[in-house]
């Protein structure tokens, strides 16, 4: 973890477009109540097709000038350099000076995987096309991408990304602080010298979070997994229980010295204020 203890601890927040004017509305609400911790800044996701595409821009531009600094995520899958050019100059048209730059899932039912193949593609198009006008960050898995072909060889591709020209890293969400550590440790041995942010996310709803981790490959420890079946339709103890684990896990990544924690939002400001008061953020 030496490598990690060097960097500012900074926490950042992540919003997924909303799709409705009432959605957005609300999402306004979220903002503004997650502000008050002074984030370095919110991020928002990006999917495959058009809709999505102009609601993050949307949602990005109205953090922006509301004032706060505002990172959209791009996702290469299934583009043309063209268009991913297109998108740069638009943010970049807009003052946005931070990307989250991935390659995202192919829609289902679509085949056609476009000009990139993988993120490292894209990390080095943006650098080429935009020198050094944007901070990229990439993502990490500290428990392993499901379609890695060995934990070996996901190392290798994240240090591609750096090597391309990334800034720093944001991990899909873990619940096994020890994952993590050794992650850091490994890059620190190949070489890597970035933050690696660790993405936080909070435990509100057993099945939708069962059912995300499946799909991401994220492990919910059994210990975890038990005692949040255990409590059925009680959301009150699972947020009650969700609460004290989170925090706990935040509280020992960052007394090691993790550069700070990203949290995946899920457009409310409830439970990830409860983590940060927790911390004394
Ligand atoms: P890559 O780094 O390209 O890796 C994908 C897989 O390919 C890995 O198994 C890797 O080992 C392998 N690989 C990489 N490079 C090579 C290479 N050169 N040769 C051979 N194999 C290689 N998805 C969205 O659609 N929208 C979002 O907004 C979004 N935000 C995210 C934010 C964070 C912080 C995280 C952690 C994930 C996010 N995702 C998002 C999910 C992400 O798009 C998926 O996990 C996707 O499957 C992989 O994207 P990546 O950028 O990590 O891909």
Not at 59 to 68: C, D, E, L, N
Request: with cysteine; net charge negative.
């Amino acid at each position: 973890m030496e490598s990690q203890q060097q960097y500012p601890q900074q926490f950042s927040f992540e919003f997924f477009p909303p799709k409705t004017s009432e959605g957005a509305e609300k999402l306004i609400n979220v903002r503004e109540k997650l502000a008050v911790l002074k984030p370095k800044y919110f991020s928002v996701t990006f999917g495959a097709g058009g809709s999505t595409q102009q609601g993050t821009f949307d949602t990005v531009t109205s953090i922006q000038k509301a004032g706060y600094n505002a990172a959209p995520h791009l996702s290469c899958v299934g583009s043309t350099k063209e268009n991913v050019r297109e998108i740069l100059k638009s943010y970049m048209d807009k003052g946005i000076n931070r990307i989250v730059a991935l390659r995202g899932d192919m829609p289902s039912g679509t085949h056609d995987i476009g000009e990139f193949r993988f993120a490292n593609e894209l990390v080095e198009f943006i650098r080429a096309e935009t020198n050094d006008h944007f901070h990229i960050e990439v993502a990490a898995y500290p428990e392993f991408h499901p379609q890695a072909s060995s934990a070996e060889n996901d190392l290798n591709n994240f240090k591609r990304k750096i090597d391309a020209g990334a800034d720093s890293a944001i991990t899909q969400y873990f619940f096994n602080p020890d994952a993590y550590f050794r992650f850091v440790d490994d890059c620190e041995d190949l070489g890597i010298n970035v933050p690696i942010v660790p993405g936080i996310m909070p435990i509100t709803n057993y099945t939708q979070l069962a059912r995300f981790s499946d799909m991401c490959g994220a492990e919910i420890p059994r210990w975890i997994r038990k005692r949040l079946e255990g409590y059925g339709d009680d959301r009150d103890s699972i947020k009650a229980f969700g609460e004290e684990v989170v925090s706990e896990m935040c509280h020992q990544l960052l007394e090691a010295g993790a550069p700070g924690l990203h949290f995946y939002t899920m457009n409310i400001s409830t439970p990830t204020l409860a983590i940060c008061g927790n911390l004394g953020l």
